[in-house]
């Protein structure tokens, strides 16, 4: 079956980078997703990566992929207190529409 | 460029009754998507349409729940006899069926709470 885990919590100073973890299951996942959610709100897209790609690099997100592992991880440079939110990473898997699965999240608090 | 809207954006209901929300996606999106989550959890999938096609639907998506897109553009989804269970977020997504990634867009949600 599908599952997608995460840590909970993480917690990091102003200026420091982040790196937000997460492990899947389904090795027939063709794209990996990272959401945003701030309070009370819906899910912002940040970013993602194809399977056959083992990282991608956008601005201050980092993305590395080590399928071999089911292993997934969001670094975020600089982390700025604006980046305080709940990060979940989703898998897709073809056919069925690409419906997202998601794991529980993890909560990012940025301290100063 | 407008993204995905949903209202209300907060319903508070008694066990028993019926409720509606709805979805406007992007405008040129042909796929549309419903999930629910839960306080602490993660969204999880109920039901997708490919323009007004109901492709798929979760067994999470018990047969009170009925979700429709009439004309490939908005989207309803009713909960008949609300129980407390159904006290949720409810959140509608949008994409673009491609080849490609088919990034979904996601409205800010409908928080139902039943008393």
């Known amino acids: 079956g599908e599952d997608v885990e995460q840590s909970l919590f993480l917690s990091v100073r102003e200026g420091d980078s982040s790196v937000i973890n997460c492990t899947y299951t389904?090795?027939?996942?063709?794209?990996l997703y990272w959401y945003k959610q701030e309070p009370g709100a819906g899910l912002q897209l940040l970013t993602y990566i194809f399977s056959n790609m083992d990282m991608k690099q956008d601005q201050r997100l980092t993305v590395l992929l080590n399928k071999k592992d089911k292993h997934l991880s969001l670094r975020i440079a600089d982390t700025q207190t604006g980046d305080s939110a709940i990060y979940f990473c989703?898998?897709?898997?073809?056919?069925?529409?690409?419906?997202?699965?998601f794991g529980t999240g993890t909560q990012l608090k940025v301290e100063l | 460029d407008t993204g995905v809207s949903q209202n209300p954006r907060h319903k508070i209901t008694k066990r028993g009754q019926n409720v509606t929300f709805r979805c406007d996606p992007i405008s040129e999106h042909n796929r549309l998507y419903w999930y629910r989550q839960t306080l602490g959890q993660g969204p999880e999938f109920l039901t997708y349409?490919?323009?007004?096609?109901?492709?798929?639907k979760s067994r999470l998506l018990s047969d009170r729940f009925s979700a429709e897109r009439p004309k490939g553009s908005f989207s309803t989804l009713e909960i008949q006899r609300t129980e407390q269970g159904d006290s949720a977020m409810y959140l509608c997504?949008?994409?673009?069926?491609?080849?490609?990634?088919?990034?979904?867009?996601f409205g800010p949600g409908t928080r139902l709470t039943v008393l």
């Open positions: 349409f490919q323009n007004e096609a109901q492709l798929e």
């Open positions: 997504a949008s994409s673009l069926a491609s080849g490609g990634a088919n990034e979904q867009f």
């Open positions: 989703a898998e897709s898997i073809p056919g069925g529409g690409n419906k997202l699965t």
């Open positions: 389904d090795s027939s996942s063709t794209y």
